[in-house]
């Protein structure tokens, strides 16, 4: 209130009382409450944006933690991008990747979900089967995802976490690396590029997270050889060392809101800090955020 009287003072001055009388005067502080309510929605509106979140984990026997741990924090999840619709609208699928000698599971499309309880009976629905040392059907994900985000997301907002413990088919080690990685490789069985299709999916979302999740048995060189895929000069897409599997509900939900916007990422970030100051401090290392504007 006390602001839109200052801007009513502004326009008609500090005149004796009267000068606007009456009806006149309470017109005009409607008027301007009503515009200063208008552009206080329109601001919320700029801040928190209606966003698609894709989360794709490898589903391949290593990955089972990590499926445990979402499973564990899909009600925070729910919590924080279901129930508050004046922080946007938020739709949440979870697909998995495992390798193309599991059949038709080699990738599970998971649906975009509004709503926690089918959200968590997918994720209950997801096991973790197959793998090896060989590398897993990233490149075919990754592509097929791309088609799926832009036929399903429209003017969304999207996000993408893609969690994996591995490699694409197709990666070859550079020789100059400091670290070598061993992967028994024979190619992609349908001959698509890693590099194409890594381009396509973080083109098609406003930003995607590749987590390498290595805390159980912790491989620098793989983390060498992951973080070479992503462009590090490209602000859309970012490497994430995750050195605590238990950060990962939180992370998706800093994603969420910094594909938003950066303060409404802040503004997660600093009700985290309330709660596990610790973990608020990861996740901004994580995703780089900054205080401030």
């Known amino acids: 209130m006390a602001d839109i009287r200052d801007k009513l003072r502004a326009q008609i001055g500090q005149r004796p009382a009267g000068a606007l009388p009456g009806a006149g005067h309470k017109a005009l502080e409607d008027r301007l409450r009503d515009q200063a309510g208008a552009q206080q ?37 729910g919590a924080e991008l279901f129930n508050h619709p004046d922080r946007g609208e938020t739709r949440i699928s979870i697909s998995a990747v495992r390798d193309h000698g599991e059949g038709a599971e080699w990738f599970q499309q998971g649906t975009l979900r509004s709503t926690l309880a089918p959200l968590q009976r997918d994720i209950s629905a997801v096991r973790c089967y197959g793998g090896s040392d060989g590398a897993e059907a990233y490149e075919c994900a990754w592509l097929q995802l791309a088609r799926e985000i832009s036929q399903n997301s429209g003017q969304r907002k999207r996000v993408v976490v ?27 069985p349908h001959q698509v590029d890693y590099r194409t299709s890594w381009q396509a999916l973080t083109t098609a979302a406003e930003l995607t997270l590749f987590v390498g999740c290595h805390e159980a048995h912790r491989d620098d060189a793989m983390i060498e050889a992951q973080r070479s895929i992503v462009a590090a000069d490209d602000p859309r897409q970012r490497y994430v060392d995750l050195g605590n599997i238990g950060d990962i509900p939180a992370l998706i939900m800093a994603t969420t809101r910094l594909a938003q916007s950066n303060a409404a990422a802040r503004d997660y970030i600093a009700r985290l800090a309330l709660e596990d100051s610790e973990r608020a401090g990861r996740i901004k290392g994580y995703l780089g955020v900054k205080n401030g504007s």
């Open 41 to 77: 929605e329109k601001e919320r509106a700029a801040q928190y944006a209606a966003v698609d979140v894709y989360l794709v984990t490898d589903a391949t026997g290593s990955m089972d933690y990590l499926i445990a741990t979402v499973r564990e924090g899909a009600e925070k999840i």
């Open 162 to 188: 893609f969690a994996g413990d591995n490699l694409p088919h197709g990666y070859k080690v550079n020789p100059q690396a400091q670290r070598r990685v061993y992967v028994d490789d024979a190619g992609c």
